[in-house]
Antibody, heavy 115, light 105 residues
Framework: EVQLVESGGAVVQPGGSLRLSCAAS????????MTWVRQAPGKGLEWVAN????????NYVDSVRGRFTISRDNAKKSVFLQMESLRVEDTAIYYC?????????WGQGTLVTAS | IQMTQSPSFVSASIGDRVTIACRAN??????LAWYQQKPGKAPKLLIY???SLQSGVPSRFSGSGSGTDFTLTINSLQPEDFAIYYC?????????FGQGTKVEL
């Protein structure tokens, strides 16, 4: 069974940092692009970043480029999102999802509050 | 790439046929996915590459379109289908979502 479990969400002050983790199981992790998607309270979905199977390529939405860094550890079957200089508008549930152009499995999400 | 869904809200009854439109502001070929999200839950993939039904999704869901205009159709709406639906383009990053369409009773 495919599972994605996010962790690391917390309440942080604006300007602070946080590192999110997503542990994968039930599939060959190194065969898939991985993606982070976020959802602000009561709002829609926003694609944040993705990373290639071997970690050699990363893409970001403009609003987080230069502040967030996506990475992965294929040996540990995990993907990470390092978030720096957090802003109030980064407050959201952060989901990790499997896939590059569409996302077939999602985690339950982890809440990040910048306040 | 900007994605625009219409309508934002749909009021429907059990057994109705519901159609949701999604428009891209540039050609995205068939790189379009549809998701369903229920309150407090993660989104669920319904349709990928515009018209392919994700494994396990009921056949009453179907997708069509290419280029800039796409449609999600739900035939014979069931009680479990009341949710928010999002389209998402996979043509080029950032892989943007539409603003969502809420299907309500």
């Amino acid at each position: 069974e495919v599972q994605l479990v996010e962790s690391g969400g917390a309440v942080v002050q604006p300007g602070g940092s946080l590192r999110l983790s997503c542990a994968a199981s039930g599939f060959s992790f190194s065969d898939y692009w991985m993606t982070w998607v976020r959802q602000a309270p009561g709002k829609g979905l926003e694609w944040v970043a993705n990373i290639k199977k071997d970690g050699s390529e990363e893409n970001y939405v403009d609003s987080v480029r230069g502040r967030f860094t996506i990475s992965r550890d294929n040996a540990k079957k995990s993907v990470f999102l390092q978030m720096e200089s957090l802003r109030v508008e980064d407050t959201a549930i952060y989901y990790c999802a499997r896939g590059q152009r569409s996302f077939d499995f999602w985690g339950q999400g982890t809440l990040v509050t910048a306040s | 790439i900007q994605m625009t869904q219409s309508p934002s809200f749909v009021s429907a009854s059990i057994g109705d046929r519901v159609t949701i439109a999604c428009r891209a502001n540039q050609d995205i070929s068939s790189w379009l996915a549809w998701y369903q999200q229920k309150p407090g839950k993660a989104p669920k993939l319904l349709i990928y590459v515009a018209a392919s039904l994700q494994s396990g999704v009921p056949s009453r869901f179907s997708g069509s379109g290419s280029g800039t205009d796409f449609t999600l159709t739900i035939n014979s709406l069931q009680p479990e289908d009341f949710a928010i639906y999002y389209c998402q383009q996979g043509r080029s990053p950032p892989f943007t979502f539409g603003q969502g369409t809420k299907v309500e009773l």
